[in-house]
């Protein structure tokens, strides 16, 4: 298990590491990207180099939060992970770097103490706003690219405020940058956040929209991500990604389905929960989990047989 | 004109008055509801009575910031409007009281002056976030419906907290209102306003977006709402309302049109600009106005004529 350290002891650490290596997770989003190149930053306003390593390339639209400079060459002092529950969610980088972590910082409540040190806050909306208060303990000046890599991550870790997760903490926060940075085109990120899509995600959603499956009395809807349907309508499977919010769209649906067809009559299966069904505990009968509104886990069987599955694990979670 | 007076000169005009009618827009939207029964409560605080006054009905999601008791009949004694620019805003009941209004509270630059006194916040990114301020200056001690209204207004003029509107005065006002009343369920709030659709307007969103043109190099869309596609789809005309941020949504797009067929050959049209474009001063080519990225005008002619006049004034900016 990790050692729990607070935010000065955080600090004292990174003032005192050397040629680090920050660690973001695989399948790379806003938050991860914006706490590794905003720390990368702030080690460089220590005098200290630091390199972020990613299992995955980092998608286009983040790329205004990279620096500038290209990255410099050096073997690894200090190791440090963010936004990281477990060692698994390095990705390929895991079997290179896993048990070699030094600190954590994560907002993850399943955090399971991978790393030497770890400052974890499960009631923080994001990565980023733990780092927030650590740039702040370390009384470090904010550049632009660290106020715009914190910024975005908060937004969209808390979906642009929408969940739960973006309490007072947060938008004190988000005030205190806005304030800091007026110039910023915070709504120019949040438009290329939330708004734009490319055309093939444009197709995928219509898709997936138009043959949305309603169940149980229009309190359960799926809809299904299979190859075929990829194919058909020359969609790239990437953006299939991130569409589990879609069948929670229509009134009255308490729980939305998806399901993304695998090998050999496998199939990955996300539960997002509108308000008062835990899908954890429905994915946990099926060795999955995950949050209280957003859990997963993996069935086999004909696609009939998984609809069946869950269909009947929703009516008992809607009738208890 | 009106005599333009400030927070505490507002505040003492609220603990003057007496048995107070606030008007509130036509086509009632989240801040306008929001600010006219926030106002309703406060004045109750104060120990005056007052009611809300709306030419068109309270939509149903937003049913749960009116306040429980039913409101008394009295004759007024001081009228206040909330969230209009000018006395149009008040459609069915603008005959009955233009001229009449002592107080007028707005964040609208286009406001023209109607009322005796009138507080205006051009920067402000809601009415309920002027009426925030005004309601501390009073000292009044919030209730949970109070904060639920402001939220809501905030949130729902922000489009939660995306547009440019949202500056770093909103986000502080939504942390001392998430500090003072964490146990509100403000991602109730946001999925009710932001996430859940009806079916028919599902259908609406899923036909604009399969039917949308695409001109001018990408650059320009057009989503077209005639009465043959509300009907052959039995889409309630209701459900079309508010689907112009639809347009922008492509990657690449600069300008998104939507046009709404009228009688007689007349179109309304509405654009969206995603950033460069000066939307407005296009629509004022056509006798048309609005704001620098929401404008709309009224063109004549066939579909053609009509796409190709807008086409034309479009490829111009951009050329520009």
């Known amino acids: 298990m990790s050692k729990q350290i607070e935010i000065p002891a955080v600090a004292e650490f990174l003032r005192n590491c050397e040629d680090a290596y920050i660690l973001i997770h695989m399948n790379p989003d806003g938050d991860c990207i914006g706490s590794g190149y905003s720390l990368q930053a702030v080690l460089k306003l220590l005098g200290k180099r630091s390199k972020v390593l990613c299992a995955d390339p980092v998608p286009e639209r983040f790329h205004f939060l990279l620096p500038e400079e290209p990255e410099e060459e050096f073997p690894a002092k200090s190791i440090i992970s963010v936004d990281c529950a477990d060692e698994s969610r390095f990705g390929d980088l895991q079997e290179q770097y896993a048990g070699r972590v030094a600190l954590c910082v994560d907002h993850h409540i399943s955090n399971d103490g991978f790393a030497e040190y770890a400052h974890v806050e499960p009631d923080a909306s994001s990565a980023c706003e733990v780092l927030y208060k650590i740039y702040r303990e370390l009384g470090v000046k904010f550049t632009k690219q660290i106020a715009e890599c914190l910024y975005t991550g908060i937004a969209t870790d808390t979906g642009c405020f929408k969940f739960s997760s973006a309490g007072a903490d947060t938008h004190r926060i988000v005030a205190e940058i806005m304030r800091e ?17 490319s055309p093939s995600r444009l197709r ?52 939305g389905i998806t399901i993304r067809e695998q090998d050999d009559n496998w199939y990955r299966v996300s539960l997002r929960s509108a308000d008062s069904i835990n899908v954890s505990e429905i994915c946990a009968k099926f060795g999955g989990g995950g949050h209280v509104k957003a859990a997963g886990c993996r069935l086999q069987g004909t696609s009939g047989e998984v609809r069946q599955i869950l269909l009947n694990a929703i009516a008992e979670a809607l009738n208890a």
């Open 181 to 197: 940075f007026p110039e910023i085109r915070y709504d120019l990120i949040n438009r290329n956040m939330f708004v734009v899509k």
């Open 204 to 255: 995928a959603e219509m898709l997936m929209l138009s043959q949305m499956e309603y169940h149980l009395d229009g309190k359960c809807t799926i809809i299904w991500e299979t190859k075929a349907i990829c194919e058909e309508n020359q969609i790239d499977p990437k953006d299939m990604e991130g569409l589990t919010s879609l069948p929670l769209q229509p009134e009255g649906v308490e729980v």
